[in-house]
């Protein structure tokens, strides 16, 4: 070929740089110049011999795409783009991982600070700390959606078992993923529920040699320090990332392999065609897919981003505490069946039961070998996965703090008016108009909403905690049983241990500059022996400390709203 | 598949102009997120502070106001820190007088850290109970004390008599002091019990030697001091003579654990020290 020197001479300057730059366009697409490109978005016909088809042959990153699809399966039903969607969300965590890994180094000493620093140092490091955790929820959810699919359709079904094989292992490194950089940060709800899921992890049925020897690699000692982080730092960004990848690309293959599985009622019962694609049924991935695979993925930024700008703020509580056990240890909500099984059945059983079951859900294609993909019969197996679906949600909900352990009446109000961490209740609430003084629940303070609003979450609070015995019109009546010992108990509708006629009130005052403390009261006599007993429960509240900012979040729940 | 293309394209220029949206808001955010850590911090600080700190240094870091596990009133042993002589000042008065030449902020974290005197180690480097983190959040818990009401009062700084009988003869206190005031403020206010011991005998001397003899021995101490100038200098430069016996063997120093800072505490009301000279020396 003429340099480009000798094509100057030949057709002029201009002429010389089109053919450049349509030389370049061929080289990058491995196949296609500038006209082929336009023509491809244009929706025309391609030229003879195809040249879209050849970035599949001689290019790199299309070689494991297929170069056309089976239109039965370009609509969105039956994939629903679950599949391109949980690939999109890997890529998208590993480079939003990639920018947060930047700012933190694994050590129990750093950790906490670099979180402070990502958010107040560092340019968009809220949000990019927000899009990372909101995708890694996001991705526990479509991995699993994508599950679901495959069984509803029957894809599962042969020859595509080892597909499904993959797929499990697949969903399992997704919530370790998830899961396992929910330790990096350091705080409070990472070193708790890492602790909680490790111990669970040593009650597997085995000799105590063997679970004291898993606690030990897990935690990197007795107990969750400098070394477990590191461990699962490294856990998070190196073995499973890699361990998805590989699996992903075995994955990948088998779908390309095998073809995506046609919707069922498509093809006659025991036949598979998803290979044999007629000429008038092909859908070609350039530029149909791909334009459509790129839409997607716009979508779910656009998604991903706003959501991590308005919507879903990643919590950060206080500083991991291996001494102070907070009052309800919840696991992240993927987990929270086994949480709930928990208090259903021994620690050994349940330990026991979940790879049991995932060697189960592994295996389940190679077993059920019923060669109808057809809904109509499959009664008994979308029953089944229905009544799982159902009790799985229900495991969920038992183990979300709703069904959880009730601790004495005036702490479920102080955590609800004013938890432990983050900015819920009264916290949230600006500083400013935390007016040092005595409140009582429900007043109404003139000139302050804020104020006011949480006054008004401190009665509603206090409502479902107490009763009167007295015709006290703000509780309702107390429901009185005695008990086989003699005390007598009062309940409510909403609980048995229920503070009869109690006075409560809110206390503000200002300790320090810019520091001022909350301090709930509660007085309650025992009816029976007249006997006092007050309690009280302080939260400290700093000018600075920013919680009017986390309000603005739907998932965080502030007095304000 | 252009209905494809049209949507994709706005939708990812939606996704860049909200991200270019959050970049032009982001200088604000950072601003309201900058003090967020010392803030929660501060916070974190005044509940261990709450939990450990105010039996010695008294709810309200004063060392006025001192209460044990129980509830009741004891002596606070430890040093006012919500005090002017403490915060006030790139280089305050507390730091002169330990002759500390780094950072307020780093006087006050070694201070928790490695323990000064009286005052017990709290970093775990140093075998104390608290991480780094929870060392610092007390250190920026004791120094947001600092304010402009606190600093604008003066540091009171009383210019003692060299020899107490002109200080007992000044205009500054009504002689002879009263005991049984002095009782008081060895057994609560100062604190002295906790190291001396109760004068009665009731409870031995635990780190500084017993004063019960002192009337007989602090005349034999020092040549040309007598009991009385003996305890009086000793109370205001306890490092200059060190006491042969104390409870766990001889006593240790120069320099000598007893806190240096009677002198500028007992400065806010000088009879102090007259009623406790009487205490100590009554008849």
Same mark, same amino acid.
């Given at each position: 070929m003429a340099t480009f020197v000798e094509q100057v001479r030949e057709m002029g300057i201009k002429q010389a740089i089109v053919t450049k730059a349509d030389d370049v366009v061929e080289r990058l697409t491995a196949g296609m110049n500038i006209n082929d490109v336009r023509a491809a978005l244009r929706g025309d016909e391609p030229r003879?011999?195809?040249?879209? =088809?050849r970035p599949h042959a001689d290019g790199f990153w299309l070689?494991?795409?297929?170069?056309?699809?089976?239109?039965? @399966?370009?609509?969105?039903?039956?994939?629903?783009r679950l599949g391109w969607l949980s690939t999109f969300m890997l890529v998208w965590e590993t480079i939003t991982g990639l920018i947060l890994m930047v700012f933190y180094t694994p050590s129990p000493l750093s950790a906490y600070g670099n979180m402070w620093n990502i958010l107040?140092? @560092?340019?968009l490091g809220q949000l990019f700390r927000n899009m990372h955790r909101l995708g890694a929820e996001v991705m526990v959810l479509v991995v699993a959606m994508h599950m679901l699919r495959t069984f509803v359709t029957g894809s599962y079904k042969k020859p595509r078992q080892f597909t499904w094989a993959t797929g499990m292992l697949l969903l399992v490194f997704t919530i370790f993923l998830s899961f396992s950089g929910?330790? =990096?940060?350091?705080?409070q709800l990472a070193y708790w529920a890492l602790t909680v899921f490790i111990s669970g992890g040593a009650a !597997?049925? !085995?000799?105590a040699f063997v679970n004291e020897n898993i606690m030990l690699i897990l935690?990197?000692?007795? !107990? =969750?320090g400098a070394d477990g982080l590191l461990r699962w730092y490294l856990l998070h960004v190196l073995l499973l990332p890699l361990l998805a990848g590989i699996f992903f690309f075995v994955h990948y293959y088998k779908v390309v392999l095998y073809g995506?599985? =046609?919707?069922?009622?498509?093809?006659?019962?025991?036949?598979?065609? !998803?290979?044999? @694609?007629p000429k008038d049924e092909r859908t070609y991935y350039i530029p149909d897919i791909l334009t459509s695979e790129l839409m997607w993925s716009a979508l779910a930024t656009l998604f991903l981003v706003a959501g991590a700008l308005w919507l879903w703020d990643a919590p950060l509580e206080t500083h991991a505490d291996p001494v102070v056990t907070p009052l309800h240890v919840v696991a992240p909500w993927y987990l929270s069946w086994s949480q709930g099984w928990l208090k259903l059945a021994d620690k050994t059983l349940v330990v026991g039961f979940i790879p049991l079951l995932l060697v189960a859900f592994i295996v389940m294609p190679y077993i059920e070998v019923?060669?109808?993909?057809?809904y109509a019969d499959r009664r008994v197996g979308l029953t089944v996965a229905m009544l799982f679906i159902a009790a799985m949600l229900v495991s969920n909900w038992m183990g979300s703090p709703e069904f959880r352990v009730q601790s004495s009446p005036d702490r479920e109000v102080s955590i609800q008016v004013l938890?432990?961490?983050?900015?819920?209740?009264?916290?949230?609430?600006?500083y400013e108009h935390l007016t040092p003084g005595t409140y009582s629940p429900g007043q109404v303070i003139d000139g302050n909403p804020f104020l006011t609003r949480g006054l008004e979450l401190f009665q509603s609070a206090m409502y479902q905690q107490s009763c009167t015995l007295t015709g006290n019109p703000q509780w309702t009546a107390c429901t009185v049983e005695t008990l086989d010992n003699g005390t007598r108990r009062f309940s409510n509708f909403f609980t048995t241990d229920a503070m009869p006629d109690p006075v409560a009130h809110l206390e503000i005052v200002e300790v320090q500059p810019n520091l001022k403390e909350l301090i709930l009261h509660y007085e309650i006599t025992n009816?029976?022996?007249?006997a006092v007993s007050k309690t009280e429960w302080t939260r400290p509240r700093h000018?600075?400390?920013?919680y009017e900012e986390e309000c603005r979040f739907l998932n965080k729940s502030c007095a304000t709203d | 598949m252009q209905i494809k293309i049209v949507i994709g394209t706005i939708a990812f220029m939606i996704a860049m102009m909200v991200l270019g949206y959050s970049a032009l808001r982001e200088p604000a955010r950072l601003g309201r997120f900058t003090n967020a850590e010392v803030g929660r911090s501060i916070e974190a600080g005044s509940e261990i502070f709450a939990n450990n700190?105010?039996?010695? $240094?008294g709810t309200d870091g004063t060392a006025q106001n001192c209460v044990d596990s129980t509830g009741n009133q004891i002596a606070c042993q430890g040093l006012p820190l919500n005090y002017n002589a403490l915060l006030?000042?790139?280089?305050?008065q507390r730091m002169t007088d330990m002759n500390w030449s780094g950072t307020k902020a780093n006087y006050v974290l070694t201070t928790i850290s490695a323990g000064r005197g009286a005052m017990p180690t709290w970093h775990e480097q140093f075998g %104390?109970? /608290?991480r780094p983190d929870q060392v610092q959040n007390v250190a920026n818990f004791v120094l947001n004390w600092e304010s402009e009401t606190l600093c604008s009062a003066p540091v009171v700084t009383y210019e003692w008599p060299d020899q107490v009988t002109d200080f007992l003869s000044g205009p500054d206190v009504t002689s002879p002091g009263d005991a049984t005031r002095g009782a008081d403020l060895y057994a609560v206010?100062? %604190?002295?019990?906790?190291? $001396?011991?109760?004068h009665d005998g009731s409870t031995p001397a635990a780190?500084?030697?017993? /004063?019960?003899?002192i009337k007989t021995n602090g005349a034999t101490?020092?040549? %040309?001091?007598d009991a009385q100038q003996y305890v009086y200098h000793s109370i205001l430069f306890p490092s200059d003579f060190i006491a042969p016996e104390c409870p766990t063997g001889p006593c240790a120093g120069?320099?000598?654990?007893?806190?240096?800072n009677f002198a500028s505490r007992m400065g806010d009301n000088p009879q102090d020290m007259a009623d406790m000279l009487a205490f100590l020396l009554g008849e």
């Amino acid at each position: 070929m003429a340099t480009f020197v000798e094509q100057v001479r030949e057709m002029g300057i201009k002429q010389a740089i089109v053919t450049k730059a349509d030389d370049v366009v061929e080289r990058l697409t491995a196949g296609m110049n500038i006209n082929d490109v336009r023509a491809a978005l244009r929706g025309d016909e391609p030229r003879r011999p195809n040249p879209r =088809l050849r970035p599949h042959a001689d290019g790199f990153w299309l070689h494991i795409r297929p170069s056309f699809y089976h239109t039965g @399966v370009t609509n969105i039903y039956p994939t629903f783009r679950l599949g391109w969607l949980s690939t999109f969300m890997l890529v998208w965590e590993t480079i939003t991982g990639l920018i947060l890994m930047v700012f933190y180094t694994p050590s129990p000493l750093s950790a906490y600070g670099n979180m402070w620093n990502i958010l107040g140092n @560092v340019p968009l490091g809220q949000l990019f700390r927000n899009m990372h955790r909101l995708g890694a929820e996001v991705m526990v959810l479509v991995v699993a959606m994508h599950m679901l699919r495959t069984f509803v359709t029957g894809s599962y079904k042969k020859p595509r078992q080892f597909t499904w094989a993959t797929g499990m292992l697949l969903l399992v490194f997704t919530i370790f993923l998830s899961f396992s950089g929910y330790l =990096l940060p350091w705080d409070q709800l990472a070193y708790w529920a890492l602790t909680v899921f490790i111990s669970g992890g040593a009650a !597997a049925p !085995a000799p105590a040699f063997v679970n004291e020897n898993i606690m030990l690699i897990l935690q990197g000692g007795p !107990a =969750l320090g400098a070394d477990g982080l590191l461990r699962w730092y490294l856990l998070h960004v190196l073995l499973l990332p890699l361990l998805a990848g590989i699996f992903f690309f075995v994955h990948y293959y088998k779908v390309v392999l095998y073809g995506i599985s =046609l919707p069922p009622g498509r093809e006659q019962v025991g036949e598979d065609t !998803a290979k044999r @694609v007629p000429k008038d049924e092909r859908t070609y991935y350039i530029p149909d897919i791909l334009t459509s695979e790129l839409m997607w993925s716009a979508l779910a930024t656009l998604f991903l981003v706003a959501g991590a700008l308005w919507l879903w703020d990643a919590p950060l509580e206080t500083h991991a505490d291996p001494v102070v056990t907070p009052l309800h240890v919840v696991a992240p909500w993927y987990l929270s069946w086994s949480q709930g099984w928990l208090k259903l059945a021994d620690k050994t059983l349940v330990v026991g039961f979940i790879p049991l079951l995932l060697v189960a859900f592994i295996v389940m294609p190679y077993i059920e070998v019923g060669k109808s993909r057809r809904y109509a019969d499959r009664r008994v197996g979308l029953t089944v996965a229905m009544l799982f679906i159902a009790a799985m949600l229900v495991s969920n909900w038992m183990g979300s703090p709703e069904f959880r352990v009730q601790s004495s009446p005036d702490r479920e109000v102080s955590i609800q008016v004013l938890p432990e961490e983050g900015p819920g209740g009264i916290k949230g609430i600006p500083y400013e108009h935390l007016t040092p003084g005595t409140y009582s629940p429900g007043q109404v303070i003139d000139g302050n909403p804020f104020l006011t609003r949480g006054l008004e979450l401190f009665q509603s609070a206090m409502y479902q905690q107490s009763c009167t015995l007295t015709g006290n019109p703000q509780w309702t009546a107390c429901t009185v049983e005695t008990l086989d010992n003699g005390t007598r108990r009062f309940s409510n509708f909403f609980t048995t241990d229920a503070m009869p006629d109690p006075v409560a009130h809110l206390e503000i005052v200002e300790v320090q500059p810019n520091l001022k403390e909350l301090i709930l009261h509660y007085e309650i006599t025992n009816p029976d022996t007249g006997a006092v007993s007050k309690t009280e429960w302080t939260r400290p509240r700093h000018a600075f400390s920013n919680y009017e900012e986390e309000c603005r979040f739907l998932n965080k729940s502030c007095a304000t709203d | 598949m252009q209905i494809k293309i049209v949507i994709g394209t706005i939708a990812f220029m939606i996704a860049m102009m909200v991200l270019g949206y959050s970049a032009l808001r982001e200088p604000a955010r950072l601003g309201r997120f900058t003090n967020a850590e010392v803030g929660r911090s501060i916070e974190a600080g005044s509940e261990i502070f709450a939990n450990n700190c105010t039996t010695c $240094h008294g709810t309200d870091g004063t060392a006025q106001n001192c209460v044990d596990s129980t509830g009741n009133q004891i002596a606070c042993q430890g040093l006012p820190l919500n005090y002017n002589a403490l915060l006030c000042g790139d280089v305050s008065q507390r730091m002169t007088d330990m002759n500390w030449s780094g950072t307020k902020a780093n006087y006050v974290l070694t201070t928790i850290s490695a323990g000064r005197g009286a005052m017990p180690t709290w970093h775990e480097q140093f075998g %104390g109970p /608290l991480r780094p983190d929870q060392v610092q959040n007390v250190a920026n818990f004791v120094l947001n004390w600092e304010s402009e009401t606190l600093c604008s009062a003066p540091v009171v700084t009383y210019e003692w008599p060299d020899q107490v009988t002109d200080f007992l003869s000044g205009p500054d206190v009504t002689s002879p002091g009263d005991a049984t005031r002095g009782a008081d403020l060895y057994a609560v206010t100062y %604190g002295c019990a906790a190291c $001396h011991g109760a004068h009665d005998g009731s409870t031995p001397a635990a780190i500084g030697p017993s /004063l019960i003899d002192i009337k007989t021995n602090g005349a034999t101490r020092v040549d %040309g001091m007598d009991a009385q100038q003996y305890v009086y200098h000793s109370i205001l430069f306890p490092s200059d003579f060190i006491a042969p016996e104390c409870p766990t063997g001889p006593c240790a120093g120069p320099p000598s654990v007893m806190p240096a800072n009677f002198a500028s505490r007992m400065g806010d009301n000088p009879q102090d020290m007259a009623d406790m000279l009487a205490f100590l020396l009554g008849e």
